[in-house]
């Protein structure tokens, strides 16, 4: 069975930095491209990094880019989101995404906030 845990979530400050953790398990993670999306109070989810399955092609919203960072490790199975110099805007459950063929595999979700 296909599943994803996310860790690393809590509180930062403003301007702080904060990296997520996804580990899979119950599929061939090698082949799957990974993602991070985010759900903020009120508002859709929203797609924030994207990574394809040999991690060398990276997409960002608009809102991360050039703050946020995400990879991977495929021999540990894990994908990782790297958040620097975070925002209120960035407060959201953030889940982790795996898309393989036909299938989608989403997280539990992880709470991050900002807040001083």
């Known amino acids: 069975q296909a599943q994803l845990v996310e860790s690393g979530g809590g509180v930062v400050q403003p301007g702080g930095s904060l990296r997520l953790s996804c580990a899979a398990s119950?599929?061939?993670?090698?082949?799957?491209?990974m993602s991070w999306y985010r759900q903020a109070p009120g508002k859709e989810r929203e797609l924030v990094a994207s990574?394809?399955?040999?991690?060398?092609?990276?997409n960002y919203a608009d809102s991360v880019r050039c703050r946020f960072i995400i990879s991977r490790d495929n021999a540990k199975k894990t994908v990782a989101l790297q958040m620097n110099n975070r925002t209120d805007a960035d407060t959201a459950v953030y889940y982790c995404?795996?898309?393989?063929?036909?299938?989608?595999?989403w997280g539990q979700g992880t709470q991050v906030s900002v807040s001083s």
């Open positions: 119950g599929f061939m993670f090698s082949v799957a491209a």
């Open positions: 995404n795996a898309k393989s063929g036909t299938a989608t595999t």
């Open positions: 990574l394809n399955s040999v991690g060398n092609r990276k």
